[in-house]
């Protein structure tokens, strides 16, 4: 009994003496864990680095801006929208209700608050939301963009190193300004900046209290306290902040009872990000590009949240896009289009139009068949070589080296006339002949253009204009090889600025949120690449082209007529009789502006009506309506009068031919398979006033009434008394009814345009 009652004893005690030895044993331990967490702590410590103040880099968006401070692109981190400012931008109100939110110590703690480590976790005991975090403003920020969030004890103790160093070696202004321009507040705004934009609509500096409030309650959980989640908490939330701001006398007790809930921004739909869309998104992909050979790195695009200002004028920009939109509209879906203009003056960039998709094919920047716009460049070649605009040469067929044969579209002849004569009629056999006239021939117009500003090489073409022999063929002359709308802009430019070529940029000024300076373009003096005298030549050889090319002069509704220099040009789809690319380029002194019309996959040119487009239709209403648009309001600006080249200046006189033989037909549609006359309505009529047309016939002029004389306009009446249908002067006397001239002071026999 007594043995039995012993060993039940023995067996009761059993578990107290193990409970005491583990007791025993924990307590020994409990230092030895201790020290081994000092001794952790410590040599962490030692070993970390702490960057410098300014060493790391967030992630910011830039925006790109017009010549007039309006927002043309975003460039956005995958992260969301940030821009960071200095601590002295930040109100007092926001760093006040930080600190009551989020680190009510944090004037004096270390980078480590054990009363708010003992807060947050009685908050956690009690279930009390807004008891704040045990983790201090330094702790939060070195998480953030240091240690990163992984769960374990070596990042927890690298965490509390670095904090605790940060704050030894930062200053509390730049620890709390880093922290505001990290933290993430929910809209897809990281950064208190860009988070007062996107709940109150308003800039930093212009916070109220009680918004301040608001911002700071919502670091804590911004998926759960933004106002438009749940407001009833976002309430609760607010009133903690404030009640913690009069805790800590950023805030006294009747400011605080004045403050009502602020009013917040409805949640904006970013799925869209429209301003990267369409033709501002092809800016933006320019912009990148020019930014990198400016020497301004990704990094330094993607975390200074840069202001881009460019050089794009945004009255110049809407007209060119809104003409690319317009005269396309109710075209076949398949027509592209692509403009450029750029300021003769400075090189600058004013409009660029290549298309809509942002993130697509860019027609303004793609290599296109030029067509006859390309004989420019022969004639500012002829003209250094002493070779006069009153040149004459043969329009008849060429037979050209190698048994090619040369002709003008539809059988298009000048008899011979002089350069200026031929390059308005757009004679491809006259201006074959000036080539091979030139020293150098077709090498010397290639090396001609690329003076003026048609690029050596872009994209995946190393050498452009020649031949893998390095040589140009004879083709050069009409347009033969690709080239961009970009460099057309830019070549016919220098000749607006009497033969000095300035480099086309789109970027003027760059600076880093903070307000450095990292670029800013000084005035371009530019190169002189031809003589005043030879690119004023051509300027004067090119005057009569707009006019002459369907009536697209340029016209200003204050000032009136508005001279230019332009050429079309239209470049064939094989031997299908059909064009695949159509052209017009000009400038006034002001402005240079290219326009190609096209397709994306290089097929036939067909307006909606099944005819065909060629350089003088589409593509001249689109250059007539971005030049008119971009300069309206403008002074009349003239070219200068040229001076003498090979002994002439100017244009010469060319004396009527004394034959004709038409070569044009006509339709009654609104845009036939050959260009409209100046001065005639859609269906051929000549317009004398808006409504009263006169049929346009042929054959000469019976004695009374309204005669076409060799298909011209004159309105003779048997008495001498024509005059031409729309212009000044007076028709020709006799039966002939008249020659006339149209609204444009030209004689309105058919002349085929290109």
Same mark, same amino acid.
């Given at each position: ?8 004893? @023995? ?60 927002? %043309?692109?975003? %460039? ?16 007092? @109100? ?50 953030? &963009? ?49 988070? +007062?934009?996107?709940?109150? /609509? ?21 998926? %759960? ?175 050209? $080296? ?47 253009a690329h003076s003026l500003g048609i690029a050596e090489s872009f994209g ?64 371009d003096k530019g190169k002189r690449v031809v003589s005043a005298a030879v ?25 009136? +007529? ?44 067909? /307006?909606?009506?099944?005819?065909? %487009? ?37 244009? $010469? ?7 004709? &033989? ?15 006359? $100046? ?13 009263? &047309? ?13 005669? /076409? ?46």
């Amino acid at each position: 009994m007594t043995s039995s009652k012993g060993a039940a004893t @023995s067996d009761k005690s059993t578990p107290v003496k193990a409970a005491a030895w583990v007791l025993g044993l924990l307590a020994g331990a409990v230092p030895l864990v201790a020290v081994a967490v000092v001794v952790a702590f410590l040599f962490t410590y030692l070993t970390v680095d702490v960057p410098s103040p300014g060493d790391l880099k967030q992630n910011q968006v830039a925006t790109i801006m017009n010549s007039k401070g309006g927002t %043309i692109a975003r %460039i956005v981190p995958p992260e969301g929208n940030r821009t960071d400012v200095k601590y002295e931008d930040i109100p007092a @109100s926001m760093i006040d209700a930080v600190k009551a939110a989020e680190d009510r110590d944090f004037d004096s703690n270390t980078g480590f608050s054990t009363s708010g480590f003992t807060r947050a976790a009685l908050g956690k005991v009690f279930g009390r939301e807004g008891a704040g975090g045990g983790s201090t403003i330094t702790q939060q920020y070195v998480k953030k &963009t240091i240690v990163g969030d992984e769960v374990s004890y070596k990042r927890k103790f690298k965490e509390l190193a670095i904090a605790t160093k940060m704050s030894r070696q930062w200053s509390k202004e730049e620890i709390m300004a880093a922290y505001l321009n990290t933290i993430y507040f929910g809209r897809g705004a990281y950064g208190v900046d860009a988070a +007062a934009k996107a709940y109150f /609509n308003k800039s930093l500096k212009k916070l109220t209290v009680a918004e301040s409030a608001l911002l700071a309650g919502v670091i804590r959980g911004p998926s %759960i306290y933004d106002p438009a989640v749940n407001p009833e908490l976002a309430v609760s939330r607010w009133e903690y902040v404030l009640n913690g701001m009069v805790s800590t006398g950023a805030l006294s007790q009747s400011d605080r009872a004045a403050q009502k809930f602020p009013d917040v921004a409805k949640v904006k739909d970013d799925t869209s990000s429209s301003e990267n869309d369409g033709p501002n998104g092809l800016i933006k992909r320019q912009v990148l590009a020019e930014l990198e050979e400016l020497g301004i790195s990704e990094q330094e695009v993607q975390t200074s949240g840069l202001k881009i200002t460019t050089s794009i004028d945004p009255k110049m920009q809407k007209a060119a896009v809104s003409a690319s939109r317009g005269k396309l509209d109710g075209e076949p879906k398949k027509l592209r289009t692509a403009s450029v203009s750029i300021d003769p003056a400075t090189g600058g960039v004013k409009a660029y139009y290549g298309g809509e998709d942002g993130s697509g094919w860019d027609y303004a920047s793609a290599g296109l068949q030029t067509g006859s716009i390309f004989k420019v460049f022969a004639l500012v070649a002829g003209l250094e070589q002493d070779i006069p605009l009153s040149q004459r040469y043969s329009s008849d067929p060429y037979q050209a $080296p190698g048994g090619l044969t040369v002709e003008n579209s539809d059988g298009e002849s000048c008899g011979t006339c002089n350069l200026a004569t031929a390059l308005k009629m757009s004679l491809n056999t006259v201006y074959y002949r000036l080539m091979m006239d030139l020293n150098g021939q077709a090498d010397a117009v290639a090396k001609t253009a690329h003076s003026l500003g048609i690029a050596e090489s872009f994209g995946s073409i190393k050498h452009t204009l020649q031949e893998s022999n390095g040589h140009s063929e004879g083709g050069v002359v009409l347009g033969q090889y690709p080239s961009r709308v970009l460099d057309m802009a830019s070549a016919y430019a220098t000749l607006a600025a009497s033969g000095i070529y300035r480099k086309p940029y789109f970027v003027e000024k760059v600076e880093t949120s903070t307000g450095d300076v990292l670029f800013e373009r000084e005035k371009d003096k530019g190169k002189r690449v031809v003589s005043a005298a030879v690119a004023d030549n051509v300027t004067a050889a090119m005057e009569p082209i707009a006019a002459y090319s369907n009536g697209n002069s340029l016209y200003d509704s204050t000032y009136g +007529a508005r001279p230019s220099a332009a050429k079309t040009g239209t470049a064939q789809l094989g031997d299908t009789g059909d064009n695949k690319d159509a052209w017009m380029a000009g400038y006034t002194p002001q402005l240079s502006t290219a326009t190609w019309v096209g397709t994306d996959k290089g097929t036939a040119l067909r /307006n909606y009506a099944g005819s065909m %487009i060629y350089g003088s239709g589409l593509p001249a209403q689109i250059w007539k309506s971005v030049m008119d648009g971009a300069l309206e309001g403008q002074p009349i600006e003239q070219f200068p009068t040229p001076d003498a080249v090979g002994g002439q200046a100017g244009v $010469p006189y060319e004396p009527p031919p004394t034959t004709y &033989t038409p070569t044009d037909t006509y339709e009654t549609t609104r845009q036939r398979s050959r260009p409209r006359l $100046p001065g005639t309505n859609d269906n051929g009529d000549i317009v004398v006033a808006p409504g009263v &047309t006169i049929p346009l016939g042929g054959g000469d002029g019976p004695t009374q009434g309204n005669g /076409n004389g060799n298909g011209g306009t004159g309105n003779g009446d048997g008495t001498g008394n024509g005059d031409g249908t729309g212009g000044t002067d007076n028709g020709d006397t006799g039966n002939t009814g008249g020659r006339g001239t149209n609204l444009y002071g030209q004689s309105t026999r058919p002349v085929p345009t290109r």
